[in-house]
């Protein structure tokens, strides 16, 4: 699928949204139905530094992980036809705000807070997500970001192959 954005063509889908909100799930049902490739950009991140996001966010910081997120993600916009979930605060820096508005269409999957603790354990493998009250400031800090994104979906008790389809079809629409 290859479609006309105004003066661009389509050839990268990157999801954004908070921790629980689905990226991962439909983001490869979407790549699926779309028949492109799927990246995880956590999963990236962890590869090539061969440790955890935590592990990175405990031993260097979080300073250290958005450099690496940005290097990650400046190199993954250059592939064709992908979609990529993208963490759940990978927008927040403006630079990275430029590569994925200037390199493909942006889908915020929205989900209530309530939705995405319910979603994420608090087991320690998201350092973003300690205890209930950082997780929902957290949250209320980001939604003025993910709303920038071009396509808003709902993501509320839909399974990943619905909320996939309606994207894909939102994609073609632009």
Request: net charge negative; charged share 25%; hydrophobic share 40%.
């Amino acid at each position: 699928m290859r479609e006309t954005v105004g003066y661009m063509t389509v050839e990268r889908v990157y999801l954004l949204g908070f921790m629980g909100a689905g990226k991962t799930s439909v983001g490869r049902a979407l790549a699926s139905q779309l028949g492109w490739s799927f990246v995880d950009l956590d999963a990236e991140i962890e590869h090539s530094q061969k440790m955890a996001i935590r592990d990175i966010f405990e031993k260097s910081g979080e300073a250290h992980f958005r450099r690496i997120e940005h290097e990650q993600l400046v190199r993954l916009s250059g592939r064709p036809h992908v979609v990529i979930a993208l963490g759940g605060g990978a927008t927040i820096d403006p630079e990275n705000r430029l590569v994925v508005d200037s390199t493909g269409a942006t889908v915020w999957l929205n989900v209530s807070f309530e939705t995405a603790a319910r979603r994420v354990s608090m087991d320690g493998t998201r350092p973003l997500f300690r205890d209930p009250d950082h997780a929902q400031r957290l949250y209320e800090s980001r939604l003025p970001i993910y709303k920038l994104a071009r396509i808003h979906v709902v993501a509320d008790n839909r399974s990943p192959g619905e909320i996939a389809v309606e994207v894909a079809e939102r994609v073609q629409e632009l």
